[in-house]
């Protein structure tokens, strides 16, 4: 069994409206997974499912060997999520965010100041810890939301469009950040995108479109002798 992050033949409806329809994929523990859709693909609907704010009983999930369905707390335990919208309190510091969500880890006192350190300086944020989320411009705050997503050590990392409403510079620095933590720390990530630009040649790349994976590889074989922009828009036929 794969100690990353693998899925089974996952399908999921909303009414009649099949969302997702016989998704599998393994990513291999320490790769960085660019699971690249267009709007309407599915991304959330399979994040919903990994986060278990949805089940299905339909197809199966395992997060570092663990499966979702008969063990959720110890699946996930081993993952950190961070989300499209923002979910920081913005009236605490950064250090006081991460401290009251390794708490609801159950870490607390000297276990998680050493934690929140060392999270803290794995995104280049220690020197900010003391301000109020609220004065940080939108990089960094998402870069407060992936340092809180370490805290507890997740073996497992999922973003759902990180870099979402983020200017280009910031856009880029977050993206090569993650691609980092991946490569120093040996962490299994899911990157949900529809941004072409975000994905490396040497990323694992998993093309979801309406519902089901047109293509699983190495970006760079995928993709060949043309853009990865003109790759994916021949394969969703047109839709970004
Ligand atoms: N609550 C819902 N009820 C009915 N259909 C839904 C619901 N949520 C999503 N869908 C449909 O399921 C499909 C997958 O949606 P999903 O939000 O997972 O896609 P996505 O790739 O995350 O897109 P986006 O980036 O726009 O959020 C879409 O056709 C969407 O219209």
């Not at 523990?29 to 949805?54: I, V, Y």
């Not at 000297?110 to 020197?127: F, M, P, T, V, Y």
């Not at 089901?212 to 990865?228: K, N, P, S, V």
Request: hydrophobic fraction near 40%.
């Amino acid at each position: 069994m794969s100690n990353g992050l693998r899925v089974e033949s996952l399908t999921f409806s909303y009414g009649s409206k099949k969302a997702l329809n016989n998704v599998s994929f393994d990513i291999a523990p320490g790769r960085f997974a660019a699971l690249l859709g267009p709007n309407g693909a599915g991304k959330s609907t399979l994040f919903g499912l990994l986060t278990r704010l949805f089940t299905s009983s339909d197809g199966k999930i395992y997060v570092a060997g663990q499966e979702l369905a008969r063990n959720p707390r110890q699946a996930l335990g081993q993952m950190g999520v961070v989300f499209q919208s923002q979910t920081l309190d913005l009236d605490l510091t950064i250090r006081q965010n991460l401290t009251y969500f390794a708490a609801l880890h159950g870490l607390s006192g000297k276990s998680a100041a050493i934690r929140i350190d060392s999270a803290l300086e794995r995104l280049g944020i220690q020197d900010r810890a003391g301000e109020k989320a609220r004065g940080l411009n939108g990089g960094h705050r998402r870069r407060t939301e992936i340092a809180r997503a370490l805290v507890h050590n997740p073996k497992v990392l999922l973003l759902d469009e990180a870099t979402v409403g983020l200017d280009a510079a910031a856009r880029q620095s977050i993206t090569d950040h993650v691609h980092q933590l991946c490569a120093d720390d040996g962490l299994t990530v899911l990157w949900a995108t529809h941004l072409t630009d975000e994905v490396y040649d040497s990323d694992r790349l998993v093309v979801l479109h309406q519902g089901q994976i047109l293509a699983d590889g190495e970006c760079a074989d995928l993709r060949g002798d043309q853009t990865l922009k003109d790759y994916f828009l021949a394969k969703t036929g047109g839709a970004e």
